[in-house]
C-alpha cells in the first residue's frame, strides 16, 4: 500500500480472533483516502507496529502470552487504542471454552510443540492496557469502522436495535410460547417479539442499522448493552428483556428467563456483565461507539 505521509496513520493488531472484524474493516473502503493503513497482516506486509502509528484497532482476545506481549509493546507507541469487536471486548468464543481438562490438555502439549503459554483464561485487552474507544459487534459494520476512525462525535446512531429496525409493535398479536430461531414463517413488517422470537434488540446498542432484525433474524446482542444498561448490574438489564415481552406477549417468564440463558445466546449476553463488575472499572458509555 502507497505511503502518504499527510494522512493519519493506524494499524490493526490481530489477537486471538478469526479475522472477521478485519474483513469487515476492508469492505469499508471509505477510509482509504482519509488515512495510511500501515500494519494488518492480512494486507500490509510489515513484522511490526510501526513507531509512528496514532490509531491501534485492536481485535481478538487475549488468548497466551503472546498476545499480551504484541498488545502492551503496540499499545505504548500509539496515541489511541480502540477495541474492536466481541473477542477484544470480552473474550469472545475463546473465553466461552474456559474448561479444566481442555485446558490441561493443551497446557500439557506446549513444550513438545513450542506452543505460546495458555493463560488461564481468554482475557478483554483492557485487563492489560487502556482502551480509549470500545466498538462492539461481531464483526462491527463497515459504517461503525467509519465511525471510529473519523470520530465518535461525528456518528449518529439509534440508542437501540428496534428503533433502526423499525417492525410494528401489535397490541394484539400475543404469542403464548416462544418459537426456535429457525421455525415458522417470518412476516415481513410485524416486531419479531410479536411473532414469538426470542429478540432482544428493545435493549441492545443500535448502530448496526438493524442488518440481522430487518430481515426475520433476531438479534442476539453482539453490540452489547444499550447506554441505558452499560454501568448497570447485568441482572437490569434482563429484567428490562422481561419486561419488554410481558408488554408484547403472554409468554410464560420462566420461559423467557431460561432461554435468555441458553447456550445460542450465550456467546454474547454474557459480555454483558463484563461492562461493569468487581475485576475492573466500569466501560464509561462515553467509550462505547
Given at each position: 500500500?502507497?505511503?502518504?505521509?499527510?494522512l493519519?496513520?493506524?494499524?490493526?493488531?490481530?489477537?486471538s480472533?478469526?479475522?472477521?472484524c478485519?474483513?469487515?474493516?476492508?469492505?469499508?473502503?471509505?477510509?482509504?483516502d482519509?488515512?495510511?493503513?500501515v500494519?494488518?497482516?492480512?494486507?500490509?506486509?510489515?513484522?511490526t507496529?510501526?513507531?509512528?502509528?496514532?490509531?491501534?484497532?485492536v481485535?481478538?482476545?487475549?488468548?497466551?502470552?503472546?498476545?499480551?506481549?504484541?498488545?502492551?509493546?503496540?499499545?505504548?507507541?500509539?496515541?489511541?487504542?480502540?477495541?474492536?469487536?466481541?473477542?477484544?471486548?470480552?473474550?469472545?468464543?475463546?473465553n466461552?471454552?474456559?474448561?479444566?481438562?481442555?485446558?490441561?490438555m493443551?497446557?500439557?502439549?506446549?513444550?513438545?510443540?513450542?506452543?505460546?503459554?495458555?493463560?488461564?483464561?481468554?482475557?478483554?485487552?483492557?485487563s492489560?492496557?487502556?482502551?480509549?474507544?470500545?466498538?462492539?459487534?461481531?464483526?462491527?459494520?463497515?459504517?461503525?469502522?467509519m465511525?471510529?476512525?473519523?470520530g465518535?462525535?461525528?456518528?449518529e446512531?439509534?440508542?437501540?436495535?428496534?428503533?433502526?429496525?423499525?417492525?410494528?409493535?401489535?397490541k394484539?398479536?400475543r404469542?403464548?410460547?416462544l418459537?426456535?430461531?429457525?421455525?415458522?414463517?417470518?412476516?415481513?413488517?410485524?416486531?419479531?417479539?410479536?411473532?414469538?422470537?426470542?429478540?432482544v434488540?428493545?435493549?441492545?446498542?443500535?448502530?448496526?442499522?438493524?442488518?440481522?432484525?430487518?430481515?426475520?433474524?433476531?438479534?442476539?446482542?453482539?453490540?452489547?448493552?444499550?447506554?441505558?444498561?452499560?454501568?448497570?448490574?447485568?441482572?437490569?438489564?434482563?429484567?428490562?428483556?422481561?419486561?419488554a415481552?410481558?408488554?408484547?406477549?403472554?409468554?410464560p417468564?420462566?420461559e423467557?428467563?431460561?432461554a435468555?440463558?441458553?447456550?445460542?445466546?450465550?456467546?454474547?449476553?454474557?459480555?454483558?456483565?463484563d461492562?461493569?463488575?468487581?475485576?475492573?472499572?466500569?466501560?464509561?458509555?462515553?467509550?462505547v461507539?
Open positions: 500500500m502507497p505511503e502518504n505521509p499527510t493519519p496513520r493506524f494499524a490493526v493488531l490481530q489477537l480472533g478469526c479475522a472477521g478485519e474483513v469487515a474493516l476492508i469492505n469499508a473502503s471509505e477510509w482509504i482519509q488515512y495510511q493503513l500494519y494488518m497482516p492480512l494486507v500490509v506486509s510489515t513484522h507496529v510501526p513507531e509512528d502509528t496514532e490509531i491501534l484497532l481485535s481478538g482476545g487475549v488468548r497466551n502470552d503472546e498476545d499480551v506481549y504484541n498488545l502492551r509493546r503496540a499499545a505504548e507507541i500509539v496515541d489511541q487504542v480502540v477495541a474492536v469487536g466481541t473477542c477484544a471486548i470480552s473474550g469472545g468464543v475463546a466461552l471454552g474456559d474448561r479444566d481438562d481442555v485446558r490441561a493443551f497446557l500439557s502439549q506446549e513444550n513438545r510443540y513450542h506452543l505460546p503459554h495458555l493463560l488461564p483464561k481468554s482475557r478483554p485487552i483492557d492489560f492496557v487502556d482502551v480509549d474507544l470500545y466498538l462492539p459487534g461481531c464483526p462491527p459494520t463497515p459504517e461503525l469502522f465511525g471510529a476512525l473519523t465518535p462525535e461525528q456518528f446512531a439509534s440508542s437501540i436495535v428496534c428503533i433502526e429496525c423499525g417492525r410494528k409493535k401489535l394484539d398479536m404469542p403464548t410460547h418459537v426456535g430461531f429457525q421455525q415458522g414463517q417470518v412476516l415481513p413488517e410485524i416486531c419479531l417479539i410479536n411473532q414469538g422470537y426470542l429478540c434488540g428493545s435493549s441492545v446498542r443500535g448502530g448496526c442499522r438493524a442488518l440481522c432484525t430487518r430481515p426475520g433474524h433476531p438479534c442476539v446482542g453482539c453490540r452489547g448493552p444499550s447506554n441505558a444498561y452499560i454501568e448497570k448490574e447485568s441482572q437490569v438489564w434482563f429484567d428490562r428483556v422481561q419486561t415481552f410481558e408488554r408484547l406477549t403472554d409468554i417468564h420462566d423467557i428467563e431460561k435468555l440463558h441458553s447456550p445460542q445466546l450465550s456467546l454474547f449476553l454474557f459480555q454483558f456483565p461492562y461493569m463488575n468487581g475485576e475492573r472499572k466500569p466501560r464509561p458509555k462515553e467509550k461507539l
